[in-house]
T-cell receptor, first 113, second 110 residues
Framework: NAGVTQTPKFRILKIGQSMTLQCTQD?????MYWYRQDPGMGLKLIYY???????DKGEVPNGYNVSRSTTEDFPLRLELAAPSQTSVYFC????????????FGPGTRLTVL | GENVEQHPSTLSVQEGDSAVIKCTYS??????FPWYKQELGKRPQLIID?????GEKKDQRIAVTLNKTAKHFSLHITETQPEDSAVYFC?????????FGAGTTVTVRA
């Protein structure tokens, strides 16, 4: 198993550009999450999904959108990128929410200039 | 929502000494408390977790304690080694989601 994979690893965007961060897991987990980690800070939940076709907002959803058309994939869309979205983005998955381990992907380092 | 506070923000210990990190949470319904270790430029990795029906759990040099009444939990690392240097995050699970503390940077001095 590859676990949770994310692409790209690094990206530089100009203000106002858009992009999609890809996340795929091969563990057949129902629950998937997107976090952002600002320098020297903990992880903040952006969006999460409890299964294909079901998504919900986390703590910091503004400026982002998600979709979940399959169990494996959970892409994060940034529309009209802003410098405040400069961060490291982690995707995670879990077999069950609340009491099971969340497995993290390697992260995407995004810079908006 | 859940609010998790973590202390201290930085911790420097002599190799071989113990390190203790403390976290408090606000939602009494939280029932799962993982601890993650994150090395520079890497993803967070689970090192130990505890569920609300357990008061203490140990795995070799790492232990976690939970006090549900006081709503706090702690990470204890004994006989620290240079490879223990990293950022450690506590988290609490409420309503299917994890809320993370701000992290503790642990430095083990040789």
């Amino acid at each position: 198993n590859a676990g949770v994979t994310q692409t790209p690893k690094f990206r530089i965007l100009k203000i106002g550009q858009s992009m999609t961060l890809q996340c795929t897991q091969d563990m057949n987990h129902n629950y998937m999450y997107w976090y952002r980690q600002d320098p020297g800070m903990g992880l903040k939940l952006i969006y999460y999904s409890v299964g294909a076709g079901i998504t919900d907002k986390g703590e910091v959803p503004n400026g982002y959108n998600v979709s979940r058309s399959t169990t494996e994939d959970f892409p994060l869309r940034l529309e009209l990128a802003a410098p405040s979205q400069t961060s490291v983005y982690f995707c995670a998955s879990s077999p069950r929410p609340g009491t099971d381990t969340q497995y993290f992907g390697p992260g995407t380092r995004l810079t908006v200039l | 929502g859940e609010n998790v506070e973590q202390h201290p923000s930085t911790l420097s210990v002599q190799e071989g000494d113990s390190a203790v990190i403390k976290c408090t949470y606000s939602d009494s319904a939280s029932n799962y408390f993982p601890w993650y270790k994150q090395e520079l430029g890497k993803r967070p990795q689970l090192i130990i977790d505890i569920r609300s029906n357990v008061g203490e759990k140990k795995d070799q040099r790492i232990a976690v304690t939970l006090n549900k009444t006081a709503k706090h939990f702690s990470l204890h690392i004994t006989e620290t080694q240079p490879e223990d240097s990293a950022v450690y995050f506590c988290a609490a699970s409420s309503d299917y989601k994890l809320s993370f503390g701000a992290g503790t940077t642990v430095t083990v001095r040789a």
